[in-house]
């Protein structure tokens, strides 16, 4: 469904993404994690074809992206970097508008866009959202709000940039609900987020960013198989210490942990000893020390520089300062920033025809 090689995007002398190479296959449930700074959000940009790549290749549903964008994104559905709306303007004329701005056709018509809006809100747990404007919306209704933008035209594919965001942990869970649903009727899902224990949930496959470039890609369950250690709980740990002679790698109290490629015969072992053991289990790596061992810190970490190190030494003022751009040019951005208010209407083109809103 996705593939890219050797992908790579420079801002300036800034690396954000480094020779990356993401496979997405039809029908997964994508997590794509990494520290703040690594390259996610810039990388799921490129897929779109909102910024373009420095060099590389990207192919989305078999077609080269950015150069025949126009062919896949009606089947794709996306959320990037929080949802957008018209803050004067309800859920409802909000997605009435987008869809009219969207290309026409077969099940995309004005005579069903307000069942289609309807379904969008209903999936999200919007149906029975009032006439209040959006700026009136709570964190939690925009990202929801957004999410239904994306599920507008019944997409086969789905990318979004931490869709979780702002949803308390019932909203959560609904959420990951639906995207469990929505890949069971075949839409591929490709996410990033933050949070570790709802990607071991919901995803299928998994790849870690790091600096920009992809460190870790590979199924989830061959990345959480079981070591050959077994985490075991006696009352008798002394003892069972001393049988299993430079066998026991870690212990904690009661708790050790065993180098044990076959449980069970370790447990016949204990047992035939005489030795009670409560608790057993095969050790398996959690995702967060998959990506605890495979990243650095993340980019909104600023450490205070020791006195004498050679950072510390190398400048010649005492407040850290941004270097200022060269005149006559400007530093390079992924997007500019709109002006105005963010409530107050953008200009929307006159081949638009803006859609009729609720009366």
């Known amino acids: 469904m996705i593939t890219t090689r050797q992908v790579t995007k420079r801002f300036g002398a800034v690396l954000a993404v480094d020779g990356v190479d993401l496979d997405v296959r039809a029908g997964d449930r994508y997590g794509l994690l990494g520290p703040n700074g690594s390259g996610k959000t810039t990388l799921l940009r490129m897929l779109l074809g909102l910024i373009f790549a420095t060099s590389g290749e990207i192919e989305v549903a078999g077609e080269p992206v950015p150069r025949r964008a126009a ?22 004329a909000n997605l009435a508008l987008l869809d009219a701005a969207g290309p026409q056709g077969e099940g995309a018509g004005r005579r069903t866009r307000r069942a289609r809006v309807d379904e969008a809100l209903e999936r999200v747990g919007l149906g029975g959202v009032d006439r209040r404007p959006v ?47 929505l890949n069971g009727d075949g ?23 790091d600096r920009g470039r992809m460190v870790i890609q590979d199924e989830l369950e061959t990345l959480r198989a079981p070591t050959e250690r077994v985490v075991l709980r006696s009352p008798d740990a002394d003892r069972v210490a001393a049988l299993l002679d430079g066998r026991v790698q870690v212990r904690d109290g009661d708790r050790l942990i065993v180098h044990a490629p076959d449980a069970a015969d370790l447990n016949a072992m204990l047992v035939g000893a005489g030795l009670r053991v409560e608790e057993m289990i095969r ?6 020390e998959l990506v605890m061992q495979s990243t650095g810190p993340s980019s909104d970490r600023v450490d205070a520089e020791r006195p004498g190190s050679a950072a510390a030494t190398s400048s010649t003022s005492s407040e850290p300062t941004e270097q200022a751009a060269p005149t006559g040019q400007s530093e390079p951005t992924e997007q500019s920033e709109p002006s105005g208010s963010p409530d107050q209407p953008q200009p929307v083109s006159p081949d638009v025809s803006v859609p009729e809103l609720e009366p």
């Open 135 to 181: 700026r009136a919306y709570s964190l939690g209704m925009r990202q929801r709000l957004g999410l239904a933008a994306a599920l507008l035209r019944r997409p086969r594919l789905l990318i979004l940039d931490e869709p979780t965001n702002g949803l308390d942990p019932r909203g959560i869970r609904e959420i990951r609900d639906l995207l469990v649903e």
């Open 283 to 288: 050790e398996r790596r959690s995702l967060e």
């Open 187 to 209: 839409v591929t899902v490709l996410l990033s987020s933050h949070l570790l224990g709802e990607i071991e949930q919901l995803c299928t496959r998994v790849g870690v960013l």
């Open 71 to 92: 062919r896949v994104l009606p089947m794709i559905g996306s959320l990037i970097e929080g949802p957008a709306a018209y803050g004067y303007l309800s859920g409802r």
